[in-house]
């Protein structure tokens, strides 16, 4: 979940498609879709579907976070720094 | 490889559900993608072991659950049990060998058996049209042949008490129909709570 929420929140107003967050996370599609359900259940991420970039594409679905979850993907950032520091000065 | 991933990504969708409709469309137009990437199959795959852990979370998954594990516990085994049994000789000898008495076999009742395989071999298909049927969402298909099959039940108990002088296992058969159609009776209402199909049957 840390993966997908610090792959989603580096660019936070883009939107993300399934198959390009398994390739930016290295999250295979039977891990990646449960997370993507629960948390967008659970109101960190929001889903829609977007017109194509190519003409005669289908609309594809796609996903960002919500200020929920940049808010959790910040404070996770936030968690996991002073440790970094922490682990870089030992 | 195609036409696998397409159907992996097709059983998917339908164990999602309409609960999660569009989440089994994201999938089938991800899939695309995967494809000009040659990973097709992992991708399809992976879908399907998502669904397939989605199934106990939403009603209609768990409905799912239950109709399947009832087609191949319950009514699929039974079938094979009738089968098993015919294949040894005299329809119920197998389960004579589980302890209980032997039915008495003459010249006169042997002419008999014949008739009897037949009613046993139309009981196992009835099990197997039925397990189908189940899966198929055929309420209407169950409920005709589990009538049939009822009746077939009771002239079996009948036909093997008069003629083979048993009565212990046609009524283990009959009370394991009876078993099984009450569950079958069971997921219809359950059925017709979640998507109403079978409310005009049940009442």
């Known amino acids: 979940m840390l993966a997908l929420l610090r792959t989603l929140s580096a660019r936070p107003r883009d939107w993300r498609h399934g198959y390009e967050m398994m390739k930016e996370t290295g999250l295979l599609s039977g891990t990646l879709y449960p997370l993507l359900m629960r948390m967008t259940d659970q ?4 889903a829609e579907w977007r017109p194509p970039a190519l003409p005669g594409r289908p609309a594809r679905h796609a996903y960002r976070l919500t200020a929920a979850g940049l808010a959790l993907a910040r404070g996770a950032d936030a968690e996991d720094r002073p440790r970094g520091l922490a682990g870089a000065s030992a | 490889m195609r036409a696998v991933a397409d159907a992996l990504v097709a059983l998917a969708t339908r164990c999602l559900g309409r609960h999660r409709r569009d989440w089994a469309l994201a999938m089938r137009e991800e899939l695309e ?3 000009a990437d040659g990973r097709s199959l992992s991708f399809a795959w992976g879908c399907l072991t998502a669904a397939l852990r989605e199934l106990p979370r939403h009603s209609e998954g768990r409905y799912m659950i239950a109709s399947h594990g009832l087609a191949f516990v319950l009514v699929i085994p039974t079938a094979a049990l009738l089968v098993a049994s015919l294949m040894s000789g005299f329809p119920y000898s197998c389960l004579a060998a589980l302890g209980g008495e032997e039915p008495i076999l003459s010249a006169g009742n042997l002419v008999a058996l014949p008739s009897l395989a037949l009613l046993l071999v139309v009981v196992a298909a009835a099990h197997l049209r ?12 169950v409920f005709t042949l589990g009538t049939l099959l009822a009746a077939v039940s009771v002239t079996l108990l009948l036909f093997t008490g008069l003629v083979f002088a048993t009565f212990v296992f046609p009524l283990a058969l009959a009370a394991a129909l009876a078993i099984e159609l009450a569950a079958i009776f069971a997921l219809a209402r359950r059925h017709a709570e979640l998507f ?7 009442d």
């Not at chain 1, 109101?43 to 929001?46: C, F, N, P, R, S």
């Not at chain 2, 039925?130 to 298909?141: S, T, Y």
């Not at chain 2, 109403?196 to 049940?202: F, K, M, R, V």
């Open chain 2, 130 to 141: 039925i397990a189908w049927l189940l899966l198929e969402r055929d309420w209407a298909g």
């Open chain 2, 196 to 202: 109403g199909g079978a409310s005009e049957l049940l």
């Open chain 2, 33 to 35: 993608a995967a494809r």
């Open chain 1, 43 to 46: 109101g960190l991420v929001e």
